[in-house]
């Protein structure tokens, strides 16, 4: 008994003295220079992020629990989901490109039915199956929730334009389809244009939108060194680039913003994480710990 009162003691302890380190993590918002006006949009990273044990986060990315625990709970301006072409043409949210890890499924999650995902619960093992009983939901199911808001949130759709499973020859074409079929499900479903935007690391499939005079805006995501990268989608048009937070620098938001791109950049886990991307200045941060950043920012 000794020894465990030690062992909380010595917790409780710990809790107290991380309380304090985080206290003294602040920001100073008046230093962001954005397109912004100094103010940043707070996005949820698929979701709420990730599961994890700490902060013990049990929800599975992309999932409904997830998007409305950042919406209703806590009060994000909107949500970042990924999403897959499904072997029926339909869209579903899942940030992996196969299935085996989450689920009891094998295989790319491109090869199955919306049906057979749709029907398929997330499996992420101890302790978070005690917590959650979560299935892997549609993009038209998505959307159909939203509208059922009072206002509907800003939704961020980071398109995956390969199937781990197809040969290079067949996922040029799957980018062909998406472009297609991304379109025609937005505008089926009447979402606004000024809440959506469509994030893509492929040039490839960009260009397809654009071709398909796509009324959509678009993200363009930067995840390799050089200048060209930032050159090419000054050239293209983009509204935006999105951009790895290790890629990211002040340099380069500042020559974004001088021409006119908004930035965004994601991932933070913790409150110093989220001080940090904030000091890259930003237009818009998908971040995994939302409360974190609103409080860094006196929202």
């Given at each position: 008994?000794?020894?465990?009162?030690?062992?909380?003691?010595?917790?409780?302890?710990?809790?107290?003295?991380?309380?304090?380190?985080?206290?003294?993590?602040?920001?100073?918002?008046?230093?962001?220079?954005?397109?912004?006006?100094?103010?940043?949009?707070?996005?949820?990273h698929?979701?709420?992020?990730?599961?994890s044990?700490?902060?013990?986060?049990?929800?599975?990315?992309n999932?409904?629990?997830?998007?409305?625990?950042?919406?209703?709970?806590?009060?994000?301006?909107?949500v970042?989901?990924?999403?897959?072409?499904?072997?029926?043409?339909?869209?579903?949210?899942?940030?992996?490109?196969?299935?085996?890890?989450?689920?009891?499924?094998?295989?790319?999650?491109?090869?199955?039915?919306?049906?057979?995902?749709?029907?398929?619960?997330?499996?992420?093992?101890?302790?978070?199956?005690?917590?959650?009983?979560?299935?892997?939901?549609?993009?038209?199911?998505?959307?159909?929730?939203?509208?059922?808001?009072?206002?509907?949130?800003?939704?961020?759709?980071?398109?995956?334009?390969?199937?781990?499973?197809?040969?290079?020859?067949?996922?040029?074409?799957?980018?062909?389809?998406?472009?297609?079929?991304?379109i025609?499900?937005?505008?089926?479903?009447?979402?606004?244009?000024?809440k959506?935007?469509?994030?893509?690391?492929?040039?490839?499939?960009?260009?397809?939108?654009?071709?398909?005079?796509?009324?959509?805006?678009?993200?363009?995501?930067?995840v390799?060194?050089?200048?060209?990268?930032?050159?090419?989608?000054v050239?293209?048009?983009?509204?935006?680039?999105?951009?790895?937070?290790?890629?990211l620098?002040?340099?380069?938001?500042?020559?974004?913003?001088?021409?006119?791109?908004?930035?965004?950049?994601?991932?933070?886990?913790?409150?110093?994480?989220?001080?940090?991307?904030?000091?890259?200045?930003?237009d818009v941060?998908?971040?995994?710990?939302?409360?974190?950043?609103?409080?860094?920012?006196?929202?």
């Amino acid at each position: 008994m000794k020894a465990f009162r030690l062992i909380l003691l010595s917790l409780l302890l710990l809790a107290a003295g991380y309380n304090v380190f985080l206290w003294t993590i602040t920001f100073d918002k008046t230093s962001l220079e954005n397109l912004n006006g100094g103010e940043v949009q707070v996005i949820g990273h698929s979701g709420v992020g990730f599961a994890s044990l700490f902060p013990f986060k049990y929800f599975p990315s992309n999932s409904y629990g997830s998007i409305s625990k950042v919406l209703d709970e806590y009060g994000a301006y909107g949500v970042e989901v990924d999403l897959h072409l499904t072997a029926d043409k339909q869209f579903v949210l899942f940030h992996d490109g196969k299935l085996d890890n989450k689920t009891k499924l094998s295989g790319c999650t491109g090869d199955k039915t919306l049906a057979e995902l749709t029907q398929t619960k997330y499996e992420l093992g101890f302790p978070f199956d005690w917590f959650q009983s979560e299935r892997i939901i549609g993009l038209a199911e998505l959307i159909d929730s939203l509208h059922k808001r009072k206002e509907f949130p800003m939704l961020h759709l980071d398109v995956r334009n390969w199937n781990e499973c197809n040969t290079p020859q067949e996922n040029g074409v799957l980018e062909g389809e998406i472009a297609v079929e991304l379109i025609k499900l937005l505008n089926a479903k009447k979402v606004p244009a000024n809440k959506v935007l469509i994030i893509s690391l492929s040039q490839n499939l960009l260009l397809k939108l654009k071709e398909l005079k796509n009324p959509y805006p678009v993200s363009f995501e930067i995840v390799g060194e050089g200048p060209q990268f930032l050159e090419w989608a000054v050239e293209y048009g983009v509204q935006s680039i999105t951009v790895k937070p290790r890629l990211l620098t002040k340099e380069m938001s500042k020559k974004a913003h001088g021409a006119g791109l908004e930035v965004i950049t994601f991932g933070a886990k913790s409150k110093s994480g989220n001080k940090k991307l904030l000091e890259l200045h930003p237009d818009v941060i998908q971040t995994d710990n939302i409360p974190a950043l609103k409080e860094l920012m006196g929202y």
